[in-house]
């Protein structure tokens, strides 16, 4: 069978880090490349591996991709601190292993929980963002500063077996998460020469929460369907807001 690595980005996760690092404790491999914390992240981390290295924030895929620089094995789960892996998903990453992959890399479920009830809506469910198994020598992340895409040479497939998100432990963690992605966001997309235009500042906010509640049946979550959909309405026009800030102070 083949073996696997597991890695976990980590910056101040010290609240949720433990059960991310126990659900893969079951890896030939761990390796947690860290952003510098300034909490207990690392120390909580060293329990589980040695190998704990630290490395500067210059956006989301240039990490991911030096995390995969400091891996052993062929096949790799990547894991983010607010995420476990299910005993379900272990038994098929390890039959599929041990019979050989069919595909290169493979996108894994995840079931997010938000404001104590499991999103089954809002384009939150299946939640596939990118593959979480795969080969790292045919598999590549690009070097977003934030929701980075990926490059795959080879086949792609589907596990069944799920990952558990547990992203923002209340509101507050939200807004703070929100502040810091809208800012990359905004980043992103001056660095992307993309232009800004009054009205994105309402017709993308409102298209948002029509997608999330409408269109992706936010209404069937219920209180939390509603939150939510508000909630990335009102990051869409943060980010925008934040891009004329930047587009104004360069102009």
């Known amino acids: 069978m083949s073996k696997l690595s597991a890695y976990v980005l980590t910056y101040n996760e010290e609240a949720k880090v433990r059960e991310a690092l126990e659900s893969v404790s079951w890896a030939d491999e761990i390796v947690v490349l860290d952003s510098h914390s300034t909490d207990r992240t690392e120390s909580i981390c060293r329990e589980y591996t040695d190998k704990v290295y630290q490395c500067d924030f210059e956006g989301f895929g240039k990490l991911r ?36 992959p069919d595909a290169d890399a493979f996108f894994v479920p995840r079931k997010n929980l938000f404001m104590g009830r499991w999103i089954r809506h809002c384009g ?13 020598h045919r598999f590549r992340y ?44 905004a980043e992103q997309m001056a660095l992307r020469e993309r232009r800004f235009h009054v009205h994105q500042l309402v017709t993308h906010p409102l298209f948002s929460f029509f997608k999330m509640y409408g269109l992706r049946q936010g209404f069937r979550d219920g209180m939390p369907g509603l939150i939510l959909s508000l909630l990335y309405a009102y990051y869409t026009f943060v980010k925008y807001a934040k891009l004329w800030e930047r587009t104004k102070a360069g102009g």
Do not use: C
């Not at 891996?71 to 990453?93: N, P």
């Not at 939150?124 to 790292?136: I, V």
């Open 142 to 185: 690009r070097e977003d500063l934030v929701h980075e895409g990926f490059e795959l040479d080879g086949r792609v497939g589907y596990l069944r077996g799920h990952v558990l998100q547990y992203p923002f432990l209340n509101l507050e963690q939200y807004l703070q998460k929100m502040r810091r992605y809208s800012t990359l966001m």
């Open 124 to 136: 939150w469910y299946p939640d596939y963002r990118q593959p979480q198994l795969f080969n790292r």
């Open 65 to 100: 991709n030096h995390a995969l620089g400091l891996l052993t094995h062929d096949w790799v789960l990547s894991i983010d601190a607010d995420e476990r892996a299910t005993d379900e998903l272990r038994k098929e990453i390890q039959a599929v292993l041990s019979q050989g």
